[in-house]
C-alpha cells in the first residue's frame, strides 16, 4: 500500500522542497497510515515554472489530442475503481460503497464529460448590419490553481482540473490536505496518459502554505476554489487586488421543504439521505427539514424511526452506509454544534453524540450518530451555521409564505429540495428561493452541463458545462469590417 503522498511537478514525483512532512490519519482508526508532501512556495516556484514552459505548446494541441489524453487517464480511473474506492475510503471515512459507486465513477465521468467538451467548446460571434461582424475568442488563460476540499475528494478535485485542461491551461492542483491520496494515485497515471510535462502538476501540503503561495503567485491567472466561505473569503482577500480570476464554491445551509400533499414515503427516504448522506458532508446536504405542520408529526417519527436504524460501521466493509467523520478535529467541531444546539433549546430526537464502535480496528475512529433536532426556529446558530456532519434539525411550517421565509432565512444560498405535487406550487416556491439550485421533488440529481454554484456566502460564479469552460479562458472580441 502507498503511503508516501508526493507531489508531481514536470513530469516528476518528488517530495516537498522543504522535507518535511504531514502526518496522513486515517478516520476510522485514529491511525497515522503514511506521510504527505508539505510544500510551499518553493514547490510553487517549481511547478508554475514547469507550467509556463509547458503552457506555449499545450495550448496549440488540437482540441481532439486534449480529448484523447483525458479519456486515457479516464480509463485509468475506470480500471482502478475498486483500489481507488477502497483508498478514498481509508482516506476520508468514507464508506467504500459510497465510493466504488458514487465518487470514483463521477471521477471518472468528469474527466470524460470535459474531454469531449473540448472538442465541442464554442463561441460567439455578431454580425452588424453595416457589413461588420464581431467574433470572440476564448482563450485559454495561462497558469490556473485548482483547490479542493475533503468531503468528495478525487471527485471534486476532477471537476476542477477537467475543464481547466479541457479548456487548454497548464495547472497547478491541490487536494485537501486532510485526503490526499486519490489525487497523488492519479497523478501517476499523467505521464503514461500523455500529458505533457509540466501541464498537470499536483502539489500536496496545507492550505495556508502551499495554498496560499498558490494563490499569491503572479503567475496564476485563475483560481477555482471549493471549500469553507471563510476559506473562500481569505482567497478572495488575497486573489482579489492581484485582479485573478475567482470562482468560488463555498458552503451551504440547505433546507429540504415538504408540503402535505408530497409522496410521504419518498420525501421521508430522500430527507434522510440528504441530510446524512457521507455523514452528513456534502456541501448540498439538506441539514434544515421544514414540514407543512399538519404532517410534521407523522413524518418527524417516521424518520426518527428510520434515522435511530442507521447503522455506522468500519468504512472499509462493503455492507457499511455510515461511516467515519473526516478527522478528530471536525468530530469535536460536530459534537460541538450538537451542544449548542442542546444549550439553544433543542430537543435531540435520536443520536446527539459520539458513537463508540465495538469493533477493534475502528475502536479509535472518528464517529459521530446521526443525529435529528427539533424546537429550534430559524434565528438559532444550529439553523444559521453549516455544522457539515451528520446533523440535521426538522421544524414545522403552516403555509407556502412562511415555508418560503425559513427557507431564506440564512446567509448561504446553495440548494433546496422542495416536496410537492402541486406543479403551480412547485414552480412558484422554487422561483422564489435565493439558492443557485433547486431540485424538485428529487436531491442531488446532476447533470453536468447544468450551473452549479451558490449565492450569497455559498459563493461566486458557477461551475459546470460551458461555465466552467467560459471560466478558464479570456473571452478576446474581435470586430471585422468587412
Ligand atoms: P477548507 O476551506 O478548509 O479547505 C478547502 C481547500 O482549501 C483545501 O485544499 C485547503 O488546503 C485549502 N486552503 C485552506 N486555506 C487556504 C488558503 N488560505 N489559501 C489557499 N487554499 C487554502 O474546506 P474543507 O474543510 O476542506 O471543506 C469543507 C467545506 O467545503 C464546507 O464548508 C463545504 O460546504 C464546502 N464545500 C462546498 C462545495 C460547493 O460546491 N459549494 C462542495 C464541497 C464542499
Given at each position: 500500500m502507498e503511503t508516501d503522498v508526493l507531489n508531481f511537478i514536470g513530469g516528476e514525483h518528488r517530495p516537498a522542497a522543504s522535507g518535511e512532512w504531514l502526518d496522513n490519519v486515517?478516520?476510522?482508526?485514529?491511525?497515522?497510515?503514511?506521510r504527505i508532501s508539505r510544500s510551499g512556495s518553493e514547490d510553487v516556484e517549481a511547478a508554475v515554472a514547469a507550467a509556463r514552459k509547458a503552457f506555449p505548446a499545450w495550448r496549440?494541441?488540437?482540441p481532439a489530442d486534449r480529448r484523447a489524453v483525458m479519456m486515457r487517464l479516464a480509463d485509468k480511473i475506470h480500471e482502478n475503481?475498486?483500489?481507488?474506492?477502497?483508498?478514498e475510503a481509508r482516506d476520508s471515512g468514507k464508506p467504500v460503497s459510497l465510493a466504488a459507486m458514487v465518487d470514483i465513477p463521477r471521477a471518472e465521468d468528469n474527466l470524460r464529460f470535459y474531454g469531449s467538451a473540448a472538442e465541442q467548446f464554442s463561441s460567439e460571434s455578431h454580425a452588424m448590419g453595416n457589413g461588420t461582424v464581431n467574433y470572440t475568442l476564448r482563450k485559454p488563460l495561462g497558469v490556473v490553481a485548482c483547490?479542493?476540499?475533503?468531503?468528495?475528494?478525487?471527485?471534486l478535485f476532477t471537476w476542477k482540473i477537467a475543464p481547466a485542461l479541457a479548456s487548454g491551461n497548464c495547472i497547478l492542483a491541490k487536494p485537501s490536505e486532510v485526503t490526499p491520496m486519490t489525487a497523488y494515485l492519479l497523478s501517476k497515471w499523467i505521464k503514461e496518459s500523455g500529458f505533457p510535462d509540466g501541464v498537470f502538476n499536483v502539489l500536496h501540503g496545507l492550505g495556508p502554505e502551499v495554498g496560499q503561495a498558490m494563490v499569491e503567485h503572479h503567475h496564476v491567472r485563475a483560481i477555482s476554489f471549493t471549500g469553507g466561505s471563510s476559506t473562500g473569503a481569505a482567497i478572495s482577500a488575497t486573489a482579489g487586488p492581484k485582479f485573478k480570476k475567482l470562482s468560488l464554491e463555498l458552503g451551504g445551509k440547505n433546507a429540504t421543504v415538504v408540503f402535505d400533499d408530497a409522496n410521504f414515503d419518498t420525501a421521508v427516504s430522500t430527507a434522510i439521505?440528504?441530510?446524512?448522506?457521507?455523514?452528513?458532508?456534502?456541501c448540498l446536504c439538506g441539514s434544515r427539514i421544514l414540514v407543512q405542520e399538519n404532517i410534521y408529526e407523522r413524518f418527524r417519527d417516521a424518520m426518527v424511526a428510520k434515522v435511530s436504524k442507521m447503522r455506522i460501521g468500519d468504512p472499509m466493509n462493503p455492507e457499511t452506509k455510515m461511516g467515519a467523520v473526516v478527522s478528530r478535529a471536525h468530530r469535536d467541531k460536530v459534537i460541538s454544534a450538537i451542544n449548542i444546539a442542546r444549550g439553544e433549546g433543542g430537543q435531540i430526537l435520536c443520536g446527539g453524540g459520539r458513537y463508540q464502535p465495538a469493533e477493534p480496528r475502528i475502536k479509535g475512529g472518528f464517529f459521530v450518530q446521526p443525529t435529528l433536532i427539533e424546537g429550534l426556529d430559524h434565528t438559532c446558530v444550529t439553523n444559521r451555521e453549516?455544522?457539515?456532519?451528520?446533523?440535521?434539525?426538522?421544524?414545522?411550517?403552516?403555509?407556502?409564505?412562511?415555508?418560503?421565509?425559513?427557507?431564506?432565512?440564512?446567509?448561504?444560498?446553495l440548494s433546496a429540495s422542495v416536496w410537492t405535487q402541486d406543479v403551480q406550487r412547485a414552480h412558484r416556491f422554487a422561483a422564489g428561493i435565493d439558492t443557485g439550485m433547486v431540485w424538485i421533488n428529487c436531491w442531488l440529481v446532476r447533470d453536468l452541463r447544468t450551473p452549479f454554484g451558490g449565492t450569497r456566502q455559498s459563493g461566486v460564479g458557477r461551475e459546470g458545462g460551458y461555465n466552467s469552460m467560459r471560466f478558464f479562458t479570456e473571452p478576446q472580441n474581435v470586430c471585422v469590417k468587412i
Open positions: 486515517e478516520p476510522a482508526t485514529g491511525e497515522i497510515y503514511g496549440a494541441w488540437e475503481t475498486a483500489m481507488l474506492a477502497e483508498a483547490i479542493s476540499p475533503w468531503n468528495l475528494p478525487l471527485y439521505r440528504a441530510a446524512y448522506s457521507n455523514q452528513g458532508q456534502i453549516e455544522i457539515f456532519g451528520p446533523v440535521a434539525t426538522i421544524q414545522p411550517f403552516k403555509d407556502e409564505r412562511e415555508a418560503l421565509g425559513l427557507v431564506n432565512a440564512t446567509k448561504y444560498g
